[in-house]
């Protein structure tokens, strides 16, 4: 299970004692793996200010654990085509053991490994400059979270639109990749040329009767350019005059004519924001674990196939999608940036619980600082129910009104603001590593 338990009892002989029974039951139940999870001593300060880092410490909490969800989240987004090595990508640094420093390590393991970074969150420092840090450390990896992702959406918003115009049939579908120059006649003063969409069953009266729908038709003019399963799409040349006259006589027959002229400058615009577009995309979705092979694509193929004709040289839009997106591998800097900060994220928010769990110890139990937290990992959900029990039982001369309360929701702990089913006679803190769930 990806669920922890971090409790904590007074370290004094009898509750020592009390936490080698809870061991030996759990075991010989097989309810749970236990650990110690070892916490620094910190400065105390006085009970006023351990009871607002209390309120503090728990907003900051839920904050750490909402970014994390969300960043775990960024990271399957970014991921979309290889959805199933998201975990491989959120894992944590190794610890601070010199061997484990370069190593980056699942997240269960880091919890059951834990150990207080001196260096980051000095221990001798006071209490709320710790949160403070921690605070501002959170608080940095959001704003630069929102901005990387905004800008991700934008990208992806405009990629979409790209995929839009380079899909659909021949009346909505991007030509851009599909005619060429030599196609038209350009840079007549009164001639022009014109695509029409013919659908295919009337190619044969469309050969036999478009130089005959209005005057002024070049003879022979016409050229079948692409096709898909609806129709083709045919060119013809006539006099600029009789264009809107041709129209009419074309949509009767129904044929369409394709709103669309030649524009070198505009299709070479277009081409080159495919290009950059195609080039970001790349940047943003390649990881280091999944290789692009050669030829394929991460860009999804074109629901309807548009095959150019008379031309083959000429890529179409997947093509040079293809293309692009087998040019080199690597890991893009947005998903590279997620998995650093996830894991600070991540990191962050274990020393938190780790705070919580001193600050909640120190005010149920007292001073001098003297309390052991444990960690337990539940062996599987239907343990749980059986394992509070245990827990309940051993720890019940903690507090016989929270005790007695458990049994019966009714009983109303006086001073205490959490609801009856969140208090317990130990001091206990929820960890769930399900992120993506």
Request: proline share 3%.
């Amino acid at each position: 299970m990806s669920e922890f338990w971090l409790i904590s009892a007074p370290g004094d002989k009898e509750n020592l004692q009390a936490l080698e029974r809870m061991n030996n039951v759990t075991s010989k139940s097989n309810l749970s793996h236990n650990t110690k999870f070892a916490i620094p001593d910190f400065k105390v300060g006085t009970l006023d200010s351990l009871v607002g880092l209390s309120d503090e410490l728990g907003k900051l909490d839920t904050f750490a654990e909402s970014l994390i969800k969300r960043m775990a989240q960024s990271v399957v987004e970014v991921m979309e085509d290889s959805k199933g090595k998201v975990h491989e990508n959120l894992l944590a640094n190794g610890g601070l053991k010199e061997k484990m420093k370069c190593l980056k390590i699942d997240l269960t393991s880091f919890v059951t490994h834990f150990e207080w970074d001196m260096a980051k969150y000095p221990a001798k420092q006071p209490l709320v400059s710790v949160v403070d840090t921690l605070a501002k450390q959170l608080a940095q990896i959001e704003t630069d979270l929102k901005s990387r992702t905004a800008a991700y959406s934008v990208l992806k918003a405009n990629l979409e639109n790209l995929e839009k115009k380079s899909t659909g049939n021949l009346f909505t579908r991007t030509l851009s990749d599909i005619v060429s120059k030599e196609d038209f006649v350009l840079d007549s003063e009164y001639l022009i040329t014109l695509l029409v969409i013919v659908p295919k069953s009337s190619y044969v009266q469309w050969q036999k009767t478009y130089e005959s729908l209005s005057d002024m038709v070049v003879p022979r003019s016409t050229k079948l350019i692409a096709e898909d399963n609806e129709g083709g799409l045919f060119t013809v040349t006539l006099f600029r005059k009789v264009i809107e006259d041709f129209k009419v006589k074309a949509k009767e027959n129904k044929f369409i004519v394709r709103e669309f002229y030649y524009d070198e400058k505009e299709i070479k615009r277009e081409r080159e924001e495919m290009t950059r577009l195609l080039s970001d995309k790349k940047q943003q979705y390649q990881t280091s674990c999944v290789a692009l092979k050669k030829g394929s694509a991460t860009y999804r193929d074109h629901k309807v196939k548009v095959t150019p004709l008379g031309n083959p040289a000429r890529p179409t839009a997947g093509q040079i999608d293809r293309d692009r997106e087998s040019e080199g591998e690597g890991e893009g800097p947005l998903l590279r940036w997620l998995k650093v900060n996830f894991s600070e994220a991540f990191i962050a928010w274990i020393h938190i619980k780790a705070l919580r769990v001193f600050v909640e110890s120190v005010l149920r139990y007292g001073l001098p600082v003297n309390f052991q937290a444990v960690l337990l990992q539940p062996h599987k959900k239907s343990a749980t129910k059986r394992l509070r029990e245990v827990l309940n039982s051993v720890f019940r001369h903690l507090d016989e009104v929270a005790a007695a309360s458990i049994l019966d929701a009714s009983v109303e702990i006086p001073g205490l603001q959490l609801s009856n089913q969140d208090y317990f006679p130990y001091v206990y803190f929820h960890i769930d590593l399900s992120l993506l769930d």
